[in-house]
């Protein structure tokens, strides 16, 4: 097994571009999020997906969007690039989510918006 | 709200105990706990399900006391393997959205 796999591990971006960053899983797990990890702020839930066809947001959706049409894929959106957005990215999943199951989380994408 | 973290950061001899804790302002009903090294990702050590109920991973172990809630990892005879940044995490009631902690950084010296 892979586990989670994201790509690409760096990308730069100029202010205004949009992007996608890829997150697949095959490990069969129903739950997936996004993070971003900011220096002394930990990780935020960005969105999070419980199935296919099923997405919400978290602690700071703004400026991504996503969506989940297969149980293994879950990409992230920028639409309008903004130096905000400079962070690392984590793509996790689990099981089921929630109270009892662990998450997986993927190696990282490192982004810098100029 | 996030879950508020202390200490924020620790530095420790090889050998040496520590304890981390991790408290909510909102009901717990489950503490997940992960730990970071420098440039990699996140890997989970434990979750606690019960009030009062306490686990263990190799020396580090750690207490959920729901009616407080609060959690505490203990880490014990502290390994140079030990150094990096360690979350808690607490799932929303409806079971789906884990809010992590700022995180605690640990660095062991021999």
């Known amino acids: 097994n892979a586990g989670v796999t994201q790509t690409p591990k760096f990308q730069v971006l100029k202010t205004g571009q949009s992007m996608t960053l890829q997150c697949a899983q095959d490990m069969n797990h129903e739950y997936m999020s996004w993070y971003r990890q900011d220096p002394g702020m930990g990780l935020r839930l960005i969105h999070y997906s419980v199935g296919a066809g099923i997405t919400d947001q978290g602690e700071v959706p703004n400026g991504y969007n996503v969506s989940r049409s297969t149980t293994e894929d879950f990409p992230l959106r920028l639409l309008s690039a903004a130096p905000s957005q400079t962070s690392v990215y984590f793509c996790?999943?689990?099981?089921?989510?929630?109270?009892?199951?662990?998450?997986?989380f993927g190696p990282g994408t490192r982004l810098t918006v100029l | 709200q996030q879950p508020v973290q202390s200490p924020q950061a620790v530095i420790l001899r090889e050998g040496e105990d520590a304890v981390i804790n991790c408290s909510s302002s909102k009901a717990l009903y489950s503490v997940h706990w992960y730990r970071q090294k420098h440039g990699e990702a996140p890997v989970f050590l434990m979750i606690l399900l019960k009030g009062g109920e306490q686990k263990g991973h190799e020396k580090i172990s750690a207490s959920f006391n729901e009616k407080k809630q609060q959690s505490s990892l203990y880490l014990t005879a502290s390994q140079l393997s030990y150094s990096g940044t360690y979350f808690c995490?607490?799932?929303?009631?409806?079971?789906?959205?884990?809010?992590f902690g700022a995180g605690t950084r640990l660095f062991v010296k021999a």
């Open positions: 995490g607490a799932p929303h009631t409806g079971g789906f959205k884990t809010i």
């Open positions: 996790a999943s689990s099981y089921s989510g929630g109270q009892t199951s662990e998450q997986f």
